[in-house]
């Protein structure tokens, strides 16, 4: 089990976030993040505004 802090998140959301920026924003969702919890879910969108 890795540890909180260990970058988990954020290896999943920097390669997606790098995606997203090159397609047209007008186009609709292009990305669907499911967490198991509220808690990380709050915990993904803290780490997406970074």
């Known amino acids: 089990?890795?540890?909180?802090g260990s970058g988990?998140?954020?290896?999943?959301?920097?390669?997606?976030l790098q995606?997203?920026?090159?397609?047209d924003p007008s186009a609709g969702v292009h990305a669907l993040i499911l967490s198991p919890t509220r808690?990380?879910?709050s915990r993904d969108a803290d780490?997406?505004?970074l």
């Open 19 to 23: 995606r997203l920026r090159r397609l």
């Open 1 to 4: 089990m890795a540890r909180t």
């Open 39 to 41: 808690d990380l879910a």
């Open 8 to 16: 988990k998140t954020a290896a999943f959301l920097v390669p997606m």
């Open 47 to 49: 780490a997406q505004v």
